[in-house]
Nanobody, 123 residues
């Protein structure tokens, strides 16, 4: 059974930084592309960032380019989202997701999901 567990969410002031982590178990982590999505109540789950299985390719939503950095450590079965220069509009529940082999940026591309972690940015 594939399990994804996010951690690192919390409260931060605008302009600050926060690091989210996601640990995967149950499958060979290095074979899976990983993604981060976020969602606020009443809205669709939006793509934030993705990284290929080897870590060689990365993709970012326009809204976070230059501020967020995705990375992975295949030896530790973790993917990380470093968030800098946070804005109030970044407030959301952040979800980690996994899909076999090929990186994607749509909700329906991903088969496995974590439970989410709350990020709140205050003004």
């Amino acid at each position: 059974q594939v399990q994804l567990v996010e951690s690192g969410g919390g409260l931060v002031q605008a302009g600050g930084s926060l690091t989210l982590s996601c640990a995967m178990s149950g499958r060979t982590f290095s074979r899976y592309a990983m993604g981060w999505f976020r969602q606020v109540p009443g809205k669709e789950r939006d793509f934030v960032s993705a990284i290929s299985s080897s870590g060689g390719n990365k993709y970012y939503a326009d809204s976070v380019k230059g501020r967020f950095t995705i990375s992975r450590d295949n030896a530790k079965n973790t993917v990380t989202l470093q968030m800098n220069s946070l804005k109030v509009e970044d407030t959301a529940v952040y979800y980690c997701a996994a899909r076999y082999a090929v990186m994607g940026r749509r909700y329906e591309d991903y088969a496995y999901w974590g439970q989410g972690t709350q990020v709140t940015v205050s003004s």
